[in-house]
C-alpha cells in the first residue's frame, strides 16, 4: 500500500459544486502540503500544515480551505468549483528532522471542473 | 524569495545519449537541492538530492553536484534509457525545510 494515498484519484464535476479530496498517510510525518500542478508552471503551494493545530496559506490559497482532522489526514476543500480549478493536485508529507525535510507524494487527483 | 529555474523542454534524446539538464537555484542560506521525478501517470518522487555545497547526489545512474559558487544543481547521466522518460523537477527546501520551491519540470523523452 502507499505511503501517502489520495481520493479520489479522478473527479469530474461542474462549475459551483463543492469538492473535498482527501489524504491520508501511513509515514507518521508531522507535515503534510497540498499542491496544485499545471502544464508548464510546476507545483503550486495551496496550503500546508505543521502539525494538527497549524494551517498555513501557500501561494495560491484563494478559492481553497484546507482541514487538518488527524496527524495522518488532510483534507483539500473547493467550496465553490471553477473551471481554472481543473488540474492535478497532490498531497505531500515530510518530517523535518529526516531526509533535509524530503517531499513524500502521493499518486495525485485530477480534478476536471466543467 | 527563493526561486529555481531549469531549462525548458521537452528533450528529446536517443536511447544512450548523454543528458544534461540545467538547474540553477537563488536562495539565501544554505538550501538543501533535489531533483525529483514524475513518471506518466504517476506523482513525484525523489532521485537525488544534496544537503551541502559541493555534495554529490546519485541515484539509478543520474548525478548531481551542488555547485554553491554557481548557485547550480545540474542533473547529468551518462546513457539514457527509453525507461528515463518523464519530467524531472529541480526543486530546493530552505535551511529550516519550511520552503520547497520547485522548478517548472523538464519533460524528457528517449526515442529507441
Known amino acids: 500500500d502507499a505511503d501517502v494515498t489520495q481520493t479520489p484519484r479522478n473527479r469530474i464535476t461542474k462549475t459551483g459544486k463543492r469538492i473535498m479530496l482527501e489524504c491520508s498517510q501511513t509515514?507518521?510525518?508531522?507535515?503534510m502540503y497540498w499542491y496544485r500542478q499545471d502544464p508548464g508552471l510546476g507545483l503550486r503551494l495551496i496550503y500546508y500544515?505543521?502539525?494538527?493545530?497549524?494551517?498555513n496559506k501557500g501561494e495560491i490559497s484563494d478559492g481553497y480551505s484546507v482541514s487538518r482532522q488527524a496527524q495522518a489526514k488532510f483534507s483539500l476543500s473547493l467550496e465553490s468549483a471553477i473551471p481554472n480549478q481543473t488540474a492535478l493536485y497532490f498531497c505531500?508529507?515530510?518530517?523535518?528532522?529526516?531526509?533535509?525535510?524530503?517531499?513524500?507524494f502521493g499518486e495525485g487527483s485530477r480534478l476536471t471542473v466543467l | 524569495g527563493n526561486s529555481v529555474t531549469q531549462m525548458e523542454g521537452p528533450v528529446t534524446l536517443s536511447e544512450e545519449a548523454f543528458l544534461t539538464i540545467n538547474c540553477t537555484y537563488t536562495?539565501?542560506?544554505?538550501?538543501?537541492l533535489f531533483w525529483y521525478v514524475q513518471y506518466p501517470g504517476e506523482g513525484l518522487q525523489l532521485l537525488l538530492k544534496?544537503?551541502?555545497?559541493?555534495d554529490k547526489g546519485s541515484n539509478k545512474g543520474f548525478e548531481a553536484t551542488y555547485r554553491k559558487e554557481t548557485t547550480s544543481f545540474h542533473l547529468e547521466k551518462g546513457s539514457v534509457q527509453v525507461s528515463d522518460s518523464a519530467v524531472y523537477f529541480c526543486?530546493?527546501?530552505?535551511?529550516?525545510?519550511?520552503?520547497?520551491?520547485f522548478g517548472p519540470g523538464t519533460r524528457l523523452s528517449v526515442l529507441p
Open positions: 505531500a508529507t515530510s518530517d523535518l528532522n529526516h531526509d533535509a525535510g524530503e517531499l513524500f
Open positions: 509515514k507518521g510525518h508531522d507535515r
Open positions: 500544515s505543521f502539525d494538527v493545530k497549524d494551517i
Open positions: 536562495a539565501t542560506g544554505y538550501p538543501s
Open positions: 544534496a544537503t551541502k555545497a559541493d
Open positions: 526543486a530546493l527546501s530552505d535551511n529550516y525545510g519550511q520552503n520547497f520551491v
